[in-house]
């Protein structure tokens, strides 16, 4: 049985200040939940706060990225281990945001999910489909690229452990989500990759998320479906009340 979860990816929001306030907020409206996984991302400004905020709590806290490298002289950049020092449990890779805008590769990404994982950080490993390979025809093809190329060379046990987010680049941020069909029909085929190189026990355990435009209003429809595990929220997430709506869709 694998447990949901359900995260709020906060991007670049959130000065301390509103992001304590708002996990607090969080913390009251869910408090009492504790049959999904929670877990907030917020920027790496805000990690001490949160972190300081959530202890104690059902809350998990994450981070947005991070460098492949466990130190070094990497101007700007956050090593694995200071996210743990920060108690983070998650951390999101490969974010769509990031290959578009900061040229992240499959090679990085798997570089940066080894280097996560010897530091005891759980992946949050993101791959999706443009619009135009969407309607080229070409979703399966690049989602099998994304997960073999990010995933390559990890060992079955810890594979286990990862979480996918399967996010067409097409419905972030965008206001249209994937019918909860097709999300289910990519977020199976990413199943049966994971089956391919990590075998049925790893595949039966890893949780896959969909992200695009989750609502409150969609949010039950894509949980309903047998292959979706949880959410990976961007806009949705930057409220409580919204946010709170999404962990407990049932
Ligand atoms: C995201 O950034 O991962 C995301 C899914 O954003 P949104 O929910 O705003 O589409």
Redesign the pocket.
Known sequence: MRRPIIAG?W?MHKTTREATALVTEINGLTGSVTDVEIVVCPPFTALPAVQQAVTGTNIHLGAQNMHWEEKGAFTGEIAPGMLKDLACTYV?IG???RRQYFAETDANINKKVKTALKAELIPIV?VGETLAEREAGTTEKVIATQVQGGLAGIPAAQAARLVI?Y?PVW????GRTASADDANAVCAFIRKIITGMFGSQAAAAIRIQY????KPDNIAELMAKPDIDGA??????LEAASFSKLVRWT
């Open positions: 990816n991007k999101i974010h769509s945001e993101c987010a996010e419905a972030i941020g965008t992200g695009g435009s989750v990976l929220v961007g806009g949705a997430s």
